[in-house]
């Protein structure tokens, strides 16, 4: 599927002014290959369509030049006609006004302004703007986008580089300023720029589209999420957009960086950036540039232009946006005819549907993770798409492809920005960001990065790590206690760790010094002094010493916990005491640890090979709970 959008404006185009000039350029844009467009329909300070939110709080329904009209309605019959999907485009976002000193707006709302460090209305590019961190004016916003959402049959919306945004030298309002202090225990700092400064008032941005996303979809699960930043880095800087951030927690279906460039060689640059290191593999259907046609007296060149389209293809892109709609007319129709004539010459029908299946609504809107306490109650609802169980004060979360951490409250304790996340143990926390490991104690606060290849979590001061192919173990100062010398390395339990050499594994102590040769085919950890080990191909269980404690004669065995351990007999799973007497019959497929005197075990399932991968998952059967016949 490509995405082939064109951005419909007020300004410099006369199309929404009449239904006839809409169905005209609908017919158009068919006939040239496109398959969607984005209309303007929030323009300076004025909606396109009749609003209730707008007569509410302003007394204005609807801009007064399409009083008698409804030219969103009226874009929605004459681009279904003709087969185009509609996402309306939220233009201004949250600026008020363009060269008003805030327009009708803030004269009304005076509270809503943002403001500078001296105190003055936040102007940026002729454009003065409300404080997109209030949440009043979050809250407004998002009604005018909901009342759009639930009234027309349209493909999705649109947010750009004013939504959600707020220039950086904005947010030194009383209110702002008191939640950052209430938060660091210091005002905000004078640099705009700051880092900290910078990306908290991002963060507040980035949730604002967290609940716009869900309650979108709330609403209607199909619409996408579709968002026109300014290009990553400059975004931040500039309008505390964090584009990354929320293709990572998957909070935009498309996504289409304004890369308004104008010659060929400095688009393909940063289309070379984005693949290289803001899109993931995962990510990257997500991404369709904007590319500019048209601005005062520039027009892109055809030769440019269908440079640009072959170039995205190569790199993977399906698709693209057009700034803007009478580009294409000038010169006698000069660009369309070149698409027509080249990659938009057979019809590419557009599938929202495809690209919903790609992100995490499915997840967003069935059941939703909670917490209870010990007598059931419900004790935090977190809105996370994978929640895990508490550990010394903090859980594991997960939203989109990115993991952090939440403390009982629900808060989140670091942002969401870790590839991978372990539970926490001895008050630490294994992480991974790109290809460093590190190490996050329950305050939030990220001790420590390593360029390794691999790393596990710390147990008993320890915690193993690999460079160049073999493994060592650092202590909690980051010193290396143990050399590098091990194909494989685990935790240590009970003041071992199991380690592997040549295809054997074998047993160290804290020290490093080796307690029993490697020798074993595999081998598991120690639990209650005993170690489940495998020699020709059967599994026993041996004491600290490397005595045989109980027989080979497993297919498969795992470690003692509560007193009883799960075996394989005969392709099933029972359970095991001390003395290897067999008091739980093996008569299940999938069979868990004891933890709080209960087991999972599964009846009916198995292991399959799934995925392109060849990844194994156990599916099927049924789940429940056993007893520990030892309580």
Not at 153 to 172: E, F, H, K, T
Not at 307 to 321: H, K, T
Not at 328 to 348: F, H, I, M, T, V
């Amino acid at each position: 599927m490509e995405t082939r959008g064109v951005w419909i404006t007020t300004t410099d185009s006369k199309v929404l002014n009449s239904r006839q000039n809409i169905a005209a350029a609908m017919d158009f844009l068919a006939q040239t290959g496109f398959n969607v467009v984005f209309p303007v329909i929030w323009n300076n300070a004025f909606t396109l369509y009749p609003s209730k939110v707008m007569q509410d709080n302003f007394g204005v329904e609807i801009d007064p030049r399409y009083s008698d009209r409804d030219p969103l309605a009226e874009m929605v019959i004459e681009a279904r006609r003709v087969g185009l999907a509609v996402i309306p485009w939220f233009e201004y976002g949250f600026a008020s006004s363009y060269n008003q000193n805030g327009g009708h707006i803030l004269a009304k709302k005076p509270d809503w302004a943002a403001r500078d460090s001296s105190g003055n209305l936040v102007k940026k590019n002729s454009f003065e703007w409300m404080n997109a961190l209030d949440s009043e004016v979050q809250e407004f916003l998002l009604n005018l986008v909901l009342e759009v959402v639930k009234n027309y049959d349209i493909s999705g919306i649109q947010g750009d580089d004013r939504m959600p945004a707020l220039p950086s030298v904005a947010g030194y309002d009383r209110r702002t300023s008191d939640r950052y202090f209430q938060q660091f225990f210091q005002n905000p700092p004078q640099n705009p720029k700051d880092p900290q400064w910078l990306q908290w008032r991002a963060d507040i941005l980035t949730d604002f589209l967290t609940r716009l996303y869900q309650e979108v979809i709330n609403i209607k699960p199909e619409l996408l999420i579709s968002l026109a930043p300014s290009p990553h880095g400059w975004a931040l800087q500039e309008y505390l957009q964090d584009p990354k951030a929320w293709s990572d927690r998957g909070l935009v279906d498309m996504i289409h960086p304004q890369l308004y460039r104008r010659d060929f060689f400095s688009y393909k640059q940063l289309v070379d950036s984005l693949v290289a290191q803001q899109f993931t593999a995962e990510q990257l259907p997500t991404l369709m540039p904007g590319i500019l046609l048209k601005v005062g007296g520039y027009r892109i060149s055809a030769d440019y232009l269908l440079q640009a389209i072959a170039y995205n293809r190569f790199c993977g892109i399906q698709g693209e946006v057009f700034f803007f709609y009478e580009g294409l007319r000038e010169d006698n129709d000069a660009l369309a005819k070149a698409l027509r004539s080249g990659p938009y010459a057979q019809p590419a029908p557009f599938n929202p549907s495809q690209l919903k299946q790609l992100g995490f609504t499915s997840r967003r809107i069935g059941g939703k993770y909670s917490y209870i306490d010990t007598t059931g109650k419900s004790v935090s609802q977190p809105q996370f798409d994978w929640v895990d169980s508490f550990n010394s004060g903090l859980a594991r979360v997960k939203m989109g492809y990115k993991w952090s951490y939440i403390d009982k409250t629900g808060k989140l304790v670091s942002r969401f920005q870790f590839d991978s996340a372990k539970p926490v143990q001895e008050e630490l926390a294994l992480i991974k960001i790109d290809n460093k490991y590190g190490y996050l104690d329950t305050k939030g606060n990220l001790l420590i990065l390593l360029r390794v290849d691999d790393a596990e979590s710390f147990s008993e001061g320890y915690a193993p790590v690999k460079i160049d192919g073999k493994w060592g173990y650092i202590d909690k100062t980051w010193n290396l206690k143990i050399p590098y010398q091990f194909d494989s390395a685990d935790s240590f339990s009970g003041g071992m760790a199991r380690i592997g050499v040549g295809g054997k594994y074998g047993y160290i102590d804290t020290t490093g010094k080796l307690v029993m040769l490697p020798q074993f085919e595999d081998a598991k950890a120690f639990s209650e002094e005993l170690a489940a080990v495998k020699i020709a191909g059967k599994w026993e269980y041996i004491d600290k010493t490397g005595q045989v404690v109980i027989l080979p004669q497993f297919e498969d065995a795992e470690s003692f916990l509560e007193g009883l351990a799960a075996v394989k007999i005969a392709g099933k799973w029972g359970y095991i005491n001390k003395t290897g007497k067999l008091v739980i019959p093996t008569e299940f497929d999938n069979a868990q640890p004891f933890s709080q005197g209960l087991a999972l075990v599964n009846i009916g399932g198995s292991w399959r090979s799934s995925g392109e991968n060849g990844e194994w998952s156990f599916s099927g059967g049924k789940w429940g709970y056993i007893r520990n016949v030892l309580s």
